[in-house]
């Protein structure tokens, strides 16, 4: 389907060479300032053509408001937002009408629907991340005005270079993850990655990598047990983006190897009168609920499929054939994909935030004692 989110909804659409692409977003709260540039920053961060190191399609990707504010506030009815393509060259897939991308949505589409978008990926396409990143910007902007929380996302591996665990616990900003092209924080492990990448575009191949996320400020109380809980919500988001094949939250499968006495997460009393924990290998989630701590997710990214190396595959018809695949495209897609993780985190913690605020708002005051951790 189309459509994140229950009380705060994001309807994608569009395919990577129709007209353009964009969202609906619906559920935003009245009264919350926006305009276009307040969107357009991340979008900037994930569009195409930013340096060596991503695909060469020129797009602009500048975002029209269509509906949903006035006077720059939001109305409290659905935000339309859109897109434009610029740089379509569906020529450059005319091959790949007849030979489905090993490893690509080509084959599943075609037999899932019968037809499919044979120009680009279609609704495959990171083309579709746009609606998302816009939604999500706008998801985020509320999140900081009325919580004060803040997301950080950052490139934490490229192939076999990867960036310790305990970097987790350092005050990254979007700053300095901006500092490179690469969008790792740490210069070292940057320089590696860079090389990686260029590597792999110079001999027309690809290569994989992982983006952390930092969710910093979030409230305890936000998620929906048992079968929406908030580690849940964050994984199925993530692993709704293209080409990723993992999710971690905390601990993640290193907590397999653990004993309960190491991995366990001690409370302790903070100078604010909120309890907190001493260690985070919880993530900041407990019972599928959020517990006040920062929450750390990882997001891992398969190489792209679509390579410029000659594949011996087989066309639709079964029949072999080599496929030296056209068009433009990222030899490594971490780097650009940090904003759409920071926006499918928005999207979900907006979402959370806004039913336990109508839980809140309709419970019984004889059936509730307030915690000090909760939010006001």
Known sequence: MSTFGRAFRVTTYGESHCKGVGAIVDGVPPGLALVESDIQAQLDRRRPGQNDLTTKRDEKDRVSILSGTEFGRTLGTP????????????GDYAE????????????????KYGIRSSSGGGRASARET???VAGGAIAEKWLLEKFGIEIVAY?????EVSLPRDFEMQPITRAQVDKNMVRCPHDEAASHMVKIIEAAKAAEDSVGGVVTCICRHVPAGWGEPCFDKLEAMLAHAMLSIPSTKGFEIGSGFEGASKFGSSHNDPFVLRPDGRLGTTTNNSGGVQGGISNGENIIIRVAFKPPATIGQSQNTSDFEGKEAVLKAKGRHDPCVVPRAVPIVEAMAA???ADAAMLQLARRAAQLDTTHTKHPQEEE
């Open 79 to 90: 935000i339309g937002l859109f897109v434009p393509n610029e740089d379509q060259r569906p």
């Open 96 to 111: 790949m009408r007849a030979i489905p991308r090993p490893s690509h949505a080509d084959f599943t589409y075609q037999v």
């Open 130 to 132: 746009i609606g998302r």
């Open 155 to 159: 490139v934490s591996a490229v192939g």
């Open 347 to 349: 999207l979900v913690l």
